[in-house]
């Protein structure tokens, strides 16, 4: 039974009380607040100010019988109309739950990503958010990236910016991976310029669209997007600067 009222209780929205109360007058099928009690093992004076609710929701019945008050449950099939009511209620209630979310129309965007999975998802949105023609500009930190950064991943993603026509720029310290990918840098849509000691960097940035990604690969890969016009501005500055003062 205690399984029963767990279940219930996940599924439902009703507290675990109001489970357990709930579970008791199935089993005695029509009692009184002391019957409930004694079934349900909670208190008489608790049964009493739960009963109110579970009455007015339409779960429980009442009648009365030689002037005493009895409760029963007159169909269980009234639970799934109920969640559906308070489905009904929530849903008319976001609008006015996204009004107050987006009361700062011009607050930055922040969602977080780890892992494999969130790595894959995060590039995808690179591709998602920009535009046909657009330069998604990076600075790709990692001398080993080749051996961290899944190949198969990589050649999907890769074909499919071609594809899409978006363009490449990259900054990276100068590397075994970053020499190879000026070889075929014209027909994988990249542009890409190689920085010297003491100007390395390990972390990664993709600045497009309105965002910009912060990436790290070690221990384990973890990214935040941020969404915010002014901070995108800023960085695509920031980097068409240093462009612009490295040597082709």
Same mark, same amino acid.
């Given at each position: 039974m205690h399984k029963i009222i767990n279940s219930l209780q996940?599924?439902?929205?009703?507290?675990?009380?109001?489970?357990?109360?709930?579970t008791a007058l199935l089993e005695i099928g029509e009692g009184t607040v002391i019957d409930i009690s004694k079934k349900s093992g909670i208190k008489r004076? %608790?049964?009493?100010?739960?009963?109110?609710? =579970? %009455?007015?929701?339409? =779960?429980?019945?009442?009648? /009365?019988?030689?002037?005493?008050k009895f409760f029963f449950i007159e169909d269980v099939s009234k639970l799934e109309l109920v969640l559906k009511e308070k489905q009904n209620k929530i849903k008319?209630?976001?609008?006015?739950?996204? +009004?107050?979310?987006?009361?700062?129309?011009?607050?930055p965007k922040i969602t977080y990503f780890e892992g494999e999975g969130g790595l894959k998802e995060l590039y995808w949105d690179t591709l998602n958010s920009?535009? *046909?023609?657009?330069?998604?500009?990076?600075?790709?930190?990692?001398?080993?990236?080749?051996? #961290? /950064?899944?190949?198969? /991943? +990589?050649?999907?993603?890769i074909a499919e910016r071609i594809k899409r026509k978006r363009r490449s720029r990259v900054i990276a310290p100068r590397s075994k991976a970053s020499l190879a990918w000026t070889k075929d840098a014209s027909q994988k849509l990249r542009e890409i310029k190689l920085?010297?000691?003491?100007? *390395?960097?390990k972390a990664d940035?993709? #600045?497009?669209?309105?965002?910009? +990604? =912060? #990436? %790290?690969?070690?221990?384990? /890969?973890?990214?935040? #997007?941020? *969404?915010?016009? *002014?901070?995108?501005?800023l960085q695509k500055s920031t980097f068409k600067i240093m462009w612009d003062l490295l040597p082709n």
């Open positions: 996940k599924n439902s929205g009703l507290s675990e009380k109001e489970s357990s109360v709930y004076s %608790t049964v009493y100010n739960l009963l109110p609710n =579970l %009455t007015r929701s339409g =779960l429980v019945k009442t009648t /009365f019988k030689n002037k005493k008319n209630l976001i609008p006015e739950l996204e +009004a107050i979310h987006n009361i700062l129309p011009n607050k920009s535009k *046909e023609g657009e330069i998604i500009y990076s600075y790709t930190g990692m001398e080993n990236f080749d051996e #961290i /950064f899944p190949k198969d /991943f +990589a050649d999907e993603y920085v010297n000691k003491p100007l *390395e960097f940035i993709q #600045i497009y669209a309105n965002k910009v +990604a =912060l #990436i %790290t690969y070690v221990p384990d /890969f973890v990214g935040v #997007i941020i *969404e915010s016009k *002014e901070i995108n501005e």
